[in-house]
């Protein structure tokens, strides 16, 4: 059977194209966000090491969100970098994958913050959606290839589709209080959606 992917990579392309950098790290940062509580919930809770980490440049991101300003966040895509466990190392497992995940999207999300990678908030998204195909597929004995009637992978495509429309006009006076709220429900939506 013929892959059946929803994930909007044209439109995402597109839209990436003529976005300003504010539109852009905001698109970045919802992927980041929705994928960092997707994870949490799906491995019943990170680690108390890793969670601090990943809180303190989550809540910096929202933060330079508030406000654009993004030097504090110049040194903690090498310092999450660092919480990488690499897949061939023997305690790997699925927590390291899902963490993984979500640790990732976040970097991207910061990179495209600072300016360190034009395509990081492309990868932002696809982070969250592999994550997405990651908890669709990890039981099963066959790949399941459409991707587009899987609930878990299309509600992600859903959102990052969403993204692209609301970003449209975003700037610093947007209420980023509620953005962030509604990400964090949606990414516990995504969760009770994991098989």
């Not at 919480?83 to 023997?90: A, G, I, T």
């Not at 305690?91 to 395509?119: E, P």
């Amino acid at each position: 059977m013929a892959l059946i992917n929803p994930f909007p990579e044209k439109r995402i392309r597109e839209f990436l194209a003529s976005a300003r950098d504010y539109q852009k790290f905001l698109f970045s940062l919802s992927s980041a966000q929705r994928a960092i509580t997707l994870a949490d919930a799906i491995v019943n809770g990170f680690a108390a090491s890793d969670k601090q980490a990943i809180d303190s440049a989550l809540d910096l991101c929202w933060s330079a969100a508030s406000t654009s300003d993004f030097a504090p966040l110049a040194n903690h895509a090498s310092l999450l970098h660092d919480r990488l466990v690499p897949e061939d190392d023997d305690t790997y497992g699925f927590y390291n994958s899902a963490t993984n995940d979500a640790i990732t999207s976040l970097i991207y999300a910061i990179r495209c913050a600072v300016g360190d990678d034009s395509d990081s908030a492309y990868y932002a998204a696809e982070t969250l959606f592999n994550l997405a195909d990651l908890l669709l597929n990890r039981n099963r004995t066959e790949y399941v290839s459409d991707l587009a009637s899987a609930p878990i992978t299309a509600y992600a495509a859903k959102c990052i589709s969403s993204d692209l429309v609301g970003q449209v006009g975003q700037d610093s006076s947007t209420n980023i209080d509620q953005i962030r709220t509604r990400l964090i429900e949606e990414g516990r939506e995504l969760s009770t959606l994991a098989d």
